[in-house]
């Protein structure tokens, strides 16, 4: 295993190593003036008191910052959460035990047990705690329970209220809102409080939503406040208004949402009807999660059902679910950096998010960052995020990755992307000797193997990398493609390769792959690698959900993601068994055979056929009895067709 980069805390929690992203404070505090000190990677913890407030802020680092860990982070981090990981079977154990971070040990229940946005955050009453109740995050020992059956510690360095409250509690302005409202007004809850004037006077207080990470909406924006005024002529100019203000409140929203309602070929009318009828539905109204992952839905469908009717335009922006899905499976993104440098509208982000919920785990643990060339489209994304409460780096402003790439030193624990296919408008001179081209120039007609190349240069020295090509980049040979596969086979980065069905999206009929590269395939918490690749062939998988657009099911997903996890695990320690080659389907072939073969990739090369069924009827017999058979059904049709004759005859006598 590497070791971690120079600026790595003691703990070896820095960008390089594995394991969770080294906290960043908040950069301000509200509370008596004190200020927290400057995103750093902290290497010791120290204790700042003031007034009736106690809290840990890391100290200042020593060292120089390596280029790796150059690039901040989407939003200012809470401490990792070091979950015992080992406990859910999906998740596999870390192949060395991480040393406890240095501000565990200052995170005693003494030092905790304060706010500094609005004093304790557990509140004395008759000179006592409330005792802690099961389920609920421990004030005294710091942990919750897991889905997975551990238990997850989280250190307060929460400038708010719900210091012990989990991350899936304030993702959205409406479930925060929610959370403060009940844990203030709760005469049990240790949030309680008496006075129903600072009850809304913390409801309505800003800082107890961004210091969350959560989207501030400003009264006059609210969803009751617009639908209120749903029958005003002037609906739409508060729309535009409200837009405004959630953009002035919100800088990482400026210049994303919409502000047209006002355009005179808008029927207000319907607009107003509009707004009424989606406040019928209740986005805001459902408890705990519900409302929220609903409008996330609601938003995804409406992406879909907008990608099938613009049709060939649609790849621009939309990735089928289904391959989503089976991404996010293959590479396991518990925790890290998640890069997609052709983010599209934010499904490859969405759904690593909702996979590390599935697993216990909290999004917290994951740091996005996304680019995006069309302006449109991430706009599209930029809301996408918005709307789960998902937070993410995609820039300030749509760009182009080849040529103004954001994050430059940027590197990734998972980089999952769909780039567009065979783009030949790609190159320009600026480009030629670019330090990402490593294994050789891209040709300026195609840029499969620009993309490639620039998700290597991006992996970190255990990063793992899945997307989607057209299936001419597995047996290319023009303008230099194929010595660029070679070397990247060489180098010991091809990790994977899936060749998927037809007809899965709605833009192209092209057929696609799907490859993984890995920078570490000697270990990483896996088997040894090295020395070989394992084809998957998965192209008669998947069903047609309409006459032109397959789908792959959760079986499917799971089949090719259960193989792939079997290949690369050690074969006596998978919950599902040791893996075999599986003929016509997957094959895990030596580099050697893939030379001999020119370095072309594609799986049926070497998945070979599958071998045919035998039910131990000998074929004489079996000859004999489909003939007779087939005369039997000769023979039957034959007195249909009488059948038939005669009744014709009798409705035409009959006439």
């Not at 209220?161 to 203030?184: E, G, K, M, N, Q």
């Not at 980049?473 to 010595?483: D, V």
């Not at 009798?650 to 006439?655: A, F, S």
């Amino acid at each position: 295993m590497p070791a971690p980069c120079a600026s790595s805390p003691a703990t070896g929690g820095g960008c390089c190593a594995p394991g969770p992203r080294p906290w960043r404070a908040p950069a301000t505090s509200t509370r008596a003036g004190s200020t927290w000190p400057s995103p750093a990677f902290p290497s010791t913890s120290s204790r700042i008191s003031t007034g009736s407030a106690t809290w840990w802020t890391p100290s200042s680092r020593a060292g120089p910052t390596p280029a790796c860990c150059s690039v901040p982070p989407p939003w200012p981090r809470s401490p990792p959460s070091p979950t015992a990981a080992s406990a859910c079977p999906r998740r596999p154990p870390s192949s060395t035990p991480s040393p406890a971070p240095a501000w565990s040990s200052a995170h005693s229940t003494s030092a905790v047990g304060r706010s500094p946005t609005i004093g304790p955050a557990w509140r004395r009453r008759g000179g006592r705690r409330r005792a802690h109740r099961p389920g609920r995050w421990s004030r005294r020992s710091g942990t919750r329970p897991t889905r997975c059956g551990a238990t997850s510690r989280r250190p307060s360095t929460s400038t708010s209220l719900s210091v012990w409250s989990s991350s899936s509690t304030s993702a959205t302005p409406s479930r925060r809102r929610r959370f403060l409202v009940d844990a203030t007004a709760d005469e049990s809850s240790d949030y309680y409080i008496p006075n129903p004037d600072r009850r809304a006077e913390i409801v309505e207080s800003r800082d107890e939503y961004t210091a969350e990470r959560v989207f501030w909406i400003p009264e006059e924006a609210r969803w009751e406040s617009l639908q209120a005024q749903a029958k005003l002529p002037e609906i739409g100019v508060l729309l535009d208004a409200a837009m405004d203000a959630i953009e002035k409140e919100n800088p990482s929203l400026k210049g994303v949402l919409p502000k047209a309602y006002a355009r005179e070929d808008i029927d207000k009318r319907l607009l107003g009807e509009l707004v009424d009828l989606i406040g019928t539905i209740g986005f805001t109204d459902t408890d705990d999660h519900g409302a929220d992952d609903v409008l996330g839905r609601v938003y995804e469908y409406f992406l879909g059902r907008f990608a099938a009717a613009e049709g060939r335009n649609a790849g621009e922006f939309y990735t089928p679910r289904s391959i989503v899905r089976l991404l996010v499976e293959m590479l396991e993104p518990y925790e890290g950096r998640v890069y997609d440098p052709c983010c599209g509208s934010g499904g490859m982000f969405v759904q690593s998010s909702e996979f590390v919920a599935a697993h216990g785990g909290s999004r917290e643990d994951l740091s996005i960052y996304g680019q995006e060339f069309v302006a449109t489209t991430w706009r599209l994304a930029k809301m996408n995020l918005a709307i789960r409460g998902i937070e993410a780096n995609l820039g300030e402003r749509s760009d182009d990755s080849f040529h103004r790439d954001h994050f430059p030193d940027l590197r990734a624990d998972f980089i999952l992307a769909n780039p567009p296919f065979n783009k030949d408008d790609w190159f320009s001179g600026a480009l030629a000797d670019d330090v990402r081209w490593a294994y050789g120039t891209p040709p300026p007609g195609n840029a499969n193997f620009a993309w490639v190349q620039h998700f290597v240069h991006h992996l970190a020295p255990n990063g793992i990398a899945g997307f989607v090509l057209a299936n001419g980049s597995l047996s290319s040979k023009q303008s230099g493609e194929g010595a660029i596969r070679q070397k990247l086979v060489e180098a010991e980065l091809v990790d994977c390769i899936v060749a998927l069905p037809e007809k899965l999206f709605f833009n192209t009929g092209i057929p696609v792959c799907l490859w993984f590269l890995a920078k570490n395939r000697h270990g990483n918490g896996h088997r040894e690698r090295t020395g070989e690749i394992l084809f998957i062939d998965a192209r008669q998988l998947g069903r047609m959900e309409t006459r032109t657009l397959r789908v792959l099911d959760d079986d499917d997903v799971e089949h090719i993601a259960g193989t792939y996890h079997r290949w690369r695990s050690a074969s006596a320690n998978h919950p599902a068994g040791a893996y075999e080659d599986v003929p016509g389907f997957c094959r895990a072939a030596p580099i050697a055979e893939v030379a001999e073969h020119d370095f072309v990739l594609t799986p049926g090369r070497y998945v070979g056929a599958p071998e045919p069924e035998d039910d131990g009827e000998p074929v004489d017999e079996k000859l004999a009895r489909l003939r007779k058979r087939l005369v039997e059904e000769f023979e039957e049709a034959d007195r249909l067709e009488q059948v038939i004759r005669r009744r014709l005859e009798g409705l035409l006598d009959g006439r």
